[in-house]
């Protein structure tokens, strides 16, 4: 780990000016053994503390890529998203939100500085300005029975955390690897922090920043559920909304203290009958708090 200043640079050079809120997703547990798993998603200023759901288009794949139907999704009056997937096969599984993209903000520079304009100010004569959207993905795995290899699943978005160590399968005495991607290609130099259960967005003193080949290790002070977080700052493809985007992908994951017994899964022939389920309606503003 390195110093809290350098991070907060790094950070700071990557993050919306109005950021206030990260994203994530959390398993109920992240080995299952029956076939169902629920799945929490939010955009919180403290983990795992819900405070604005991420929406309802949560996307759920297998361990062969192929997308698994989610059996509920709804919207809390707590402020989360809730899943329920159906997990018929053994194996490890993807659950993710995709790129949610934010509004646009309009941005002067002042000092050599940054900052929103509003909506009715006139930019200083001769001053730059751009504009900027957030970019955001949360993602999350989940195990059953055993664990298959997630490492040639496809990126997701263009800000994409690859683990190299088994997601459900980091043990706190030997830590997490994961290599940071950007338009495909490994992505170096870029601080990922990584929050504890109970630590706000803003703590900044526990980071890595990847090496020359986009790859960062993590250790942990015990076992516990975990999130890290990533930030870049890049220009935005031709014909998007707006000239920058800010970037930020998080993935949340339990370190162990030891592994998990793995069971072999007899997959089912069809999918099981069920009652039918009602979506619930949306209680409150559902999706970016910037949207």
Same mark, same amino acid.
């Given at each position: 780990?390195?110093?809290?200043?350098?991070?907060?640079? /790094?950070?700071?050079?990557?993050?919306?000016?109005?950021?206030?809120?990260?994203?994530?997703?959390?398993?109920?547990?992240?080995?299952?053994?029956?076939?169902?798993?629920?799945? #929490?998603?939010?955009?919180?200023?403290?983990?795992?503390?819900?405070?604005?759901?991420?929406?309802?288009?949560?996307?759920?794949?297998?361990?062969?890529?192929?997308?698994?139907?989610?059996?509920?999704?709804?919207?809390?009056?707590?402020?989360?998203? #809730?899943?329920?997937?159906?997990?018929?096969?053994?194996?490890?599984? @993807?659950?993710?939100?995709?790129?949610?993209?934010?509004?646009?903000?309009?941005?002067?520079?002042?000092?050599?500085?940054?900052?929103?304009?509003?909506?009715?100010?006139?930019?200083?004569?001769?001053?730059?300005?751009? *504009?900027?959207? *957030?970019?955001?993905?949360?993602?999350?795995?989940?195990?059953?029975?055993?664990?298959?290899?997630?490492?040639?699943?496809?990126?997701?978005?263009?800000?994409?955390?690859?683990?190299?160590?088994?997601?459900?399968?980091?043990?706190?005495?030997?830590?997490?690897?994961?290599?940071?991607?950007?338009?495909?290609?490994?992505?170096?130099?870029?601080?990922?922090?990584?929050?504890?259960?109970?630590?706000? #967005?803003?703590?900044?003193?526990?980071?890595?920043?990847?090496?020359?080949?986009?790859?960062?290790?993590?250790?942990?002070?015990?076992?516990?559920?975990?999130?890290?977080?990533? $930030?870049?700052?890049?220009?935005?493809?031709?014909?998007?909304?707006?000239?920058?985007?800010?970037?930020?992908?998080? /993935? *949340?994951?339990?370190?162990?203290?030891?592994?998990?017994?793995?069971?072999?899964?007899?997959?089912?022939?069809?999918?099981?009958?069920?009652?039918? @389920?009602?979506?619930?309606?949306?209680? $409150?503003?559902?999706?970016?708090?910037?949207?």
């Amino acid at each position: 780990m390195k110093r809290h200043v350098l991070a907060a640079v /790094l950070f700071a050079a990557a993050a919306t000016p109005a950021a206030a809120y990260t994203s994530y997703l959390k398993p109920e547990q992240f080995w299952v053994t029956e076939a169902e798993v629920q799945i #929490e998603g939010s955009y919180a200023t403290t983990f795992f503390t819900p405070a604005i759901a991420v929406g309802d288009t949560l996307i759920v794949t297998n361990s062969g890529g192929e997308r698994v139907s989610a059996d509920r999704i709804a919207v809390t009056p707590g402020g989360a998203t #809730e899943l329920q997937a159906d997990l018929t096969r053994g194996g490890t599984y @993807r659950v993710t939100t995709g790129e949610v993209a934010g509004q646009v903000a309009n941005l002067v520079g002042v000092d050599g500085q940054w900052r929103v304009l509003g909506a009715s100010e006139t930019p200083p004569p001769g001053s730059q300005t751009t *504009t900027l959207q *957030t970019v955001t993905i949360a993602d999350t795995y989940v195990t059953r029975g055993t664990a298959s290899d997630v490492s040639q699943l496809p990126t997701v978005g263009r800000l994409s955390i690859r683990p190299v160590t088994h997601p459900n399968q980091v043990l706190a005495s030997q830590g997490l690897q994961i290599e940071l991607l950007f338009d495909g290609a490994p992505l170096p130099n870029v601080a990922i922090v990584l929050y504890a259960a109970g630590d706000a #967005e803003t703590k900044l003193d526990r980071y890595v920043a990847t090496d020359a080949s986009g790859r960062a290790t993590f250790t942990f002070d015990g076992p516990g559920q975990y999130i890290i977080a990533a $930030r870049h700052r890049a220009d935005m493809p031709a014909g998007s909304p707006a000239a920058v985007g800010s970037y930020t992908t998080t /993935l *949340t994951f339990e370190a162990l203290d030891q592994l998990y017994a793995e069971t072999q899964v007899q997959e089912q022939t069809a999918e099981p009958q069920r009652p039918a @389920r009602t979506r619930q309606p949306a209680r $409150r503003r559902v999706g970016r708090p910037d949207q």
